[in-house]
């Protein structure tokens, strides 16, 4: 469950955005299979899958990694997205990039992985991270901010910084942004589309059927500045309603804990419950999510099981 906390961003950097018309990088980016699938209209649904915790038994890490594999292997014969998670919640994680690599065979198909990299590696690890990803020929790299909280220091003050880096690294490799709705949605929506963005995509925190409000405003000012950037919007499967789970979420991205209690308490299943998400943000325009929180033993099941639900079909 990957919950990057915004990256706040300089005072000029909003007026900067002001009578933005086109917020993609330079042309002659490569155009990738996620660039051109994000492009086409109608709804899109991809994963979120997260590595294991640095520290944990061999025998618990190689199960972990093999349901790993699988499910990126599934995910690859579907064409459905990946995104693997960077040291998520603040815990250090093992790197995914290096271990698909090996256990996969450089040969196998990453066209649908999509790592994150945080601002919290050394530069020099970041940038030997983005090329160790496009030589795999990944669909390409999130490069976010990283939680200031937590974890070490990053190595450049927001992740446009580290993206404007790896593009003059890797100028023609798609990369992914992030906003955060819950903030200030048109000032989010403003750092967007600003010049110095730098990147192909953006990836958003977890939104719901609960947070329409800043998810419209969010999309109507990137709408008035004239942003086609594709924007894809998190959804969280709430396996439960367990106080004590939904606390610990709360710490990381906002959770609508009454909201969510109530739902299970009508009877809604954790997927009902998810689907409802992905529906009524496709019905605010918000139609391409990725979905957090799945477990990868059955990740594929568990996507087919919420898209599939009335009112989410066709997500995939």
């Known amino acids: 469950m990957t919950?990057?906390?915004?990256?706040?961003?300089?005072a000029g950097r909003q007026s900067a955005a002001v009578g933005r018309t086109d917020a993609r990088p330079p042309e002659g980016t490569?155009?990738?299979?996620?660039?051109?699938?994000?492009?086409?209209?109608?709804?899109?649904?991809?994963?979120?899958?997260?590595?294991?915790?640095?520290?944990?038994?061999?025998?618990?890490?190689?199960?972990?990694?093999?349901?790993?594999?699988?499910?990126?292997?599934?995910f690859a014969r579907q064409r459905t997205f990946v995104l693997l998670t960077d040291d998520a919640a603040g815990d250090a994680e093992e790197e995914s990039l290096a271990h698909l690599a090996a256990n996969l065979g450089d040969n196998s198909d990453f066209?649908?992985?999509?790592?994150?990299?945080?601002?919290?590696?050394?530069?020099?690890?970041?940038?030997?991270?983005?090329?160790?990803?496009?030589?795999?020929?990944?669909?390409?790299?999130?490069v976010v901010g990283g939680d200031h909280a937590v974890g070490p220091e990053r190595c450049v003050p927001?992740?446009?910084?580290?993206?404007?880096?790896?593009?003059?690294?890797?100028?023609?490799?798609?990369?992914?942004?992030?906003?955060?709705p819950h903030r200030d949605p048109v000032e989010q929506a403003r750092f967007v589309a600003a010049d110095d963005f730098s990147a192909d995509f953006v990836l958003t925190q977890i939104v719901s059927h609960h947070s329409l409000?800043?998810?419209?405003?969010?999309?109507?000012?990137?709408?008035?500045?004239?942003?086609?950037?594709?924007?894809?919007?998190?959804?969280?499967?709430?396996r439960s309603a367990n106080p004590r789970t939904l606390g610990y979420l709360g710490r990381y991205f906002p959770v609508p804990a009454?909201?969510?209690?109530?739902?299970?308490a009508a009877g809604m299943s954790a997927e009902e419950i998810c689907a409802r998400s992905v529906r009524r943000l496709a019905e605010a325009g918000a139609d391409k999510v990725y979905v957090s929180n799945l477990r990868s033993r059955d990740a594929a099941r568990g996507l087919g099981r919420v898209v599939g639900l009335p009112g989410a079909e066709g997500q995939t």
């Open 30 to 74: 490569k155009r990738s299979e996620l660039v051109a699938r994000l492009a086409r209209p109608g709804p899109m649904a991809a994963v979120e899958l997260r590595p294991p915790r640095l520290g944990l038994d061999t025998t618990r890490s190689m199960d972990f990694w093999i349901d790993m594999y699988h499910a990126v292997q599934r």
């Open 158 to 180: 927001h992740g446009k910084d580290l993206r404007a880096i790896l593009r003059r690294d890797q100028p023609g490799f798609p990369l992914g942004g992030w906003a955060n």
């Open 213 to 238: 409000g800043q998810v419209e405003r969010f999309r109507a000012e990137l709408d008035r500045l004239g942003v086609d950037l594709p924007v894809v919007y998190g959804v969280f499967l709430y």
């Open 258 to 264: 009454r909201e969510v209690t109530a739902e299970f």
């Open 3 to 10: 919950r990057r906390v915004p990256e706040p961003e300089p």
């Open 111 to 142: 066209g649908t992985v999509v790592p994150f990299l945080t601002c919290k590696h050394p530069l020099e690890y970041c940038r030997m991270f983005t090329r160790r990803a496009a030589a795999l020929g990944t669909a390409g790299v999130a």
